[in-house]
């Protein structure tokens, strides 16, 4: 077994959803452990002053079609348009950090994801949320008065923090021994990263 990845998402971002329905199956097969960091990526774009595809019609449209390639191609399951923005993208995301606190964060992001590209019932919002939640195997209500506390939000900004400090910018991004690869396709890359560092080939 490889030293871990850490897989920093923000759910309400588009590409992420590439990532966290392949990640599981990709990371079993190569043998690798991986920490699922959910963070605000929101909050870093505005504070950087680089919100994705806002008053950029072009590239959303691209956005948008390669998306929809890729998820054909990967057999991933999509029905565009979704819902976006996110209206309620930080309850996503505070029930997220709560579900990495308490080890079931990838069968929620997982389910959240499919809820909001195949079934268009937006992240963070109901029914997407308590559906996601109760597929998870946890108590939606138990859940979301613990999401919906002054201590999940400082948890997620905790987790927000952390991401700036290591040189996060943007949603999905892997780190792998402190080399930090974003994108949904860099998810290999950052696999290979690992693997030659464990055979004492860095790089």
């Given at each position: 077994m490889t030293a871990p990845i850490d897989f920093w998402f923000s759910i309400g971002s588009p590409y992420t959803f590439l990532a966290v329905m392949r990640l599981p199956g990709i990371?079993?097969?190569?043998?690798?452990e991986v920490r699922w960091r959910p963070f605000n990526a929101h909050a870093l774009q505005i504070e950087a002053n680089?919100?994705?595809?806002?008053?950029?019609p072009l590239k959303a449209d691209y956005m948008w079609r390669d998306i929809e390639r890729r998820a054909a191609k990967f057999g991933l399951p999509v029905?565009?348009?979704?819902?976006?923005?996110?209206?309620?993208?930080?309850?996503?995301?505070?029930?997220?950090?709560?579900?990495?606190?308490?080890?079931?964060?990838?069968?929620?992001?997982?389910?959240?994801?499919?809820?909001?590209?195949?079934?268009?019932e937006p992240s963070g919002s109901e029914p997407n949320l308590s559906e996601s939640i109760k597929?998870?195997?946890q108590d939606p209500a138990r859940v979301l008065e613990q999401?919906?506390?002054?201590?999940?939000?400082r948890a997620l900004e905790?987790?927000?923090?952390?991401?700036?400090?290591?040189?996060?910018?943007g949603s999905p991004?892997?780190?792998?021994?402190g080399e930090l690869f974003?994108?949904?396709?860099?998810?290999?890359?950052?696999?290979?990263?690992q693997h030659n560092l464990d055979r004492g080939n860095p790089g």
């Open positions: 990371a079993e097969k190569a043998g690798v680089d919100v994705p595809f806002a008053d950029k029905r565009l348009p979704i819902p976006y923005p996110l209206p309620e993208m930080e309850q996503a995301n505070r029930v997220a950090v709560l579900a990495a606190g308490e080890g079931w964060c990838p069968a929620y992001a997982i389910a959240t994801y499919r809820r909001w590209f195949a079934d268009r597929e998870a195997g999401a919906n506390s002054g201590a999940a939000a905790a987790a927000t923090g952390e991401a700036k400090e290591i040189g996060i910018f991004s892997f780190v792998a021994d974003w994108g949904p396709d860099r998810l290999e890359d950052a696999i290979e990263w």
